[in-house]
């Protein structure tokens, strides 16, 4: 199953091959044509969502219609139906992918098991060395990261999780390659002559130098003698990174591959072995150990009628709305913990579509490399690590005041005043997370992370960054309290005369409260009695918008605060 972006006849124009729009899709040589059951609006949706990742998350109608080759008016169709499934936002003249499209990759990371028994390891190791630790699959010739514990550093590049790299230009990839058959290195062999500066690689600079073939597999028999593998700068000048294979208990195969990076001003290629080889091979011992032991995964409560637009009425979702899409990629999302592998039956059963309907999105989305057959003998199918080249890299990036700021652009048009969000900062922050007991005594303050401004002038001058003492604030007084936020605090005439405010907390996947957010008017304009009757709701709507929003970025990462 062809499985990278770069070589395989699923490329990039694939998806229009069965758009009657892209007459050009035909000039594609050697992209066999899509099957006759084969959901024309599925891979135009899919082709959208990756000409936005390949983006960076943005795009305009018009770019997306001359990087797709689809007529405008199919652009709008399948703009409007992802935003209906709030997989991207509409936003004045653009089209940005939204958190919740995050939930594509969830399920495929979810399935794979191994991002939740490995992090954990390979966070404390990123911990240990103070330096970048990640975790990698094969993606068939290429390698795509499924963890990444980045430190924030200068001078390296960082790459997220979901980003596809060439075998031959990272450590991991000759550990993978020591498994490959006679088909995989041809395949490799065709790649690298088509595209010999690695332009179908968006994630890596282009190669203008590209090493001979040989240099791959002279490095491949020495991983595999070695039992670990190097790379000395071969992605970009300064970057170096030692990697190590995390084999499955059960088959002895090549699983995963665990990497320490860094940077020639700290580390030489040749220093890392020497000096952080020996830890890395600890954690993967200990990662193997883990996998042994793991229990079984526990698939949650059977998922039955995820494709909830099948219940709409035309007429509730709009003229618009491709349902044949939305109800295809909620193919994706029926696969998770201890649900790898699915056949037909428990797809249509999860999704609530229809046996024939779920079929064409089988057979749709296996044509589109992200789902391959997983047991001939029991008819199984399996998402492929191609699913996180949907969305995943530029929403894995996103930071709590990222996430939350279009939602208070939209509260503040909604109630017409303006809103903000905030974090504690001060003694407590990092090794402190109860403050409770000492913020009498202790300056705290608030930090401001998002703000809306109305047209409204106020004469509080709040900015992004400002501080402010936390006591004296809506936003300080809920995150002062700790575990035990209240609902909601309203404060007036504090910190000016005339202010009001309502705030309430933001709380994160595990119910902590991670930030606030308030709306701030003016006591001339509202009685407290109608912030509370007025405001809270539509704070409160916000709140919860946000939390649903960093419970999906979430799952397989931590969310920076700030
Ligand atoms: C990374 O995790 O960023 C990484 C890993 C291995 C490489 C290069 C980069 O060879």
């Keep these: 199953m062809p499985a990278s972006t770069t070589n395989d006849p699923h490329g990039p124009r694939a998806a229009e091959q069965a758009a009657p729009e892209a007459p050009e899709a ?26 936005l990742t390949e983006a960076d998350g943005t795009l305009s109608p018009s ?33 940005t992918l939204a958190p919740r499209a995050a939930e594509l990759g969830n399920a495929y ?14 966070d404390a190791l990123a911990d240990e060395l103070d330096e970048s630790v990640s975790l990698a699959v094969a993606d068939r010739d290429a390698v795509r990261f499924i963890h990444q514990a980045t430190r924030r550093r200068a001078m390296s590049l960082s790459f997220r999780i979901g980003d596809l790299l060439p075998a031959e230009r990272t450590a991991p990839g000759p550990l993978f390659a020591t498994e490959w058959t006679d088909p995989d290195w041809h395949h490799w062999r065709a790649r690298r002559a088509a595209d010999p500066h690695d332009t179908a690689f968006p994630a890596v600079p282009p190669s203008d130098h590209p090493a001979p073939d040989e240099d791959f ?38 699983t995963c591959v665990a990497s320490v990076v860094s940077h020639t001003s700290r580390h030489t290629a040749a220093g890392l072995r020497d000096d952080l080889l020996p830890a890395l091979l600890t954690t993967v011992a200990a990662m193997e150990s883990d996998l ?66 779920a079929r064409r999105a089988l057979i749709t989305h296996e044509y589109a490399g992200l789902i391959t057959p997983a047991s001939p003998a029991d008819r199984t199918f399996a998402l492929t690590p191609r699913v996180l080249s949907l969305a995943f890299p530029p929403l894995s ?53 998002a703000r809306a401004a109305t047209t409204r002038v106020l004469s509080a001058h709040i900015t992004v960054g400002a501080r402010l003492p936390a006591r004296t604030t809506a936003l300080g007084r809920i995150l002062l ?32 409260p991670v930030a606030a957010i308030d709306v701030t008017t003016h006591a001339a304009r509202r009685t407290p009695e109608s912030c509370a009757a007025e405001l809270l709701p539509a704070l409160r709507e916000t709140a919860a918008a946000i939390e649903s929003d960093l419970r999906t970025a979430g799952r397989f990462r931590t969310v920076p605060p700030t």
């Design 26 to 51: 035909s000039e594609v040589p050697a992209a066999p044509a899509a099957p006759a059951e084969a959901v024309t609006p599925l891979l135009r949706g899919i082709a959208v969502l990756r000409r």
């Design 217 to 254: 597999t002279r490095r491949t028999t020495r991983a595999a003698a070695d039992g670990w593998a190097l790379d000395d700068q071969l992605i970009e000048p300064g970057l170096v990174a030692v990697s190590a294979p995390v084999r499955d208990p059960g088959t002895g195969r090549v």
């Design 397 to 449: 990036r996103l930071s709590l005041p990222q996430i939350a700021q279009p939602h208070l652009d939209e509260l503040a048009a909604r109630v017409r005043e303006s809103a903000s969000m905030a974090v504690l900062s001060g003694p407590a922050s990092a090794d402190q997370p109860h403050p409770r007991t000492r913020h009498k005594t202790t300056p705290y303050e608030i930090q401001y992370t």
């Design 109 to 122: 990371l979810a399935a794979l098991r191994l991002p939740s028994l490995l992090s954990p390891r390979a």
């Design 292 to 357: 042994r032991t793991a229990p079984p995964p526990e698939p949650g409560p059977v998922r039955a009628g995820l494709a909830v637009w099948t219940g709409a009425s035309k007429h509730e979702l709009g003229r618009s709305f491709v349902e044949s899409l939305a109800r295809g990629l909620t193919v994706l999302t029926a696969f998770g913990e201890g649900r790898s592998a699915l056949t037909l039956t428990e797809v249509a059963k999860a999704t609530g579509l229809s046996r024939a309907t």
């Design 63 to 95: 770019a997306l219609e001359r990087s797709t080759g689809l007529a405008r008016a199919t652009v709008d169709r399948v703009t409007a139906t992802l935003a209906h499934m709030g997989y991207v936002r509409l936003t004045g003249r653009d089209v």
């Design 481 to 512: 309290a700790g575990p035990a936020a209240p609902d909601h605090v309203l404060t007036d005439g504090e910190p000016e005369a005339g202010l009001r405010s309502l705030a309430v907390p933001v709380h994160d996947r595990a119910g902590r």
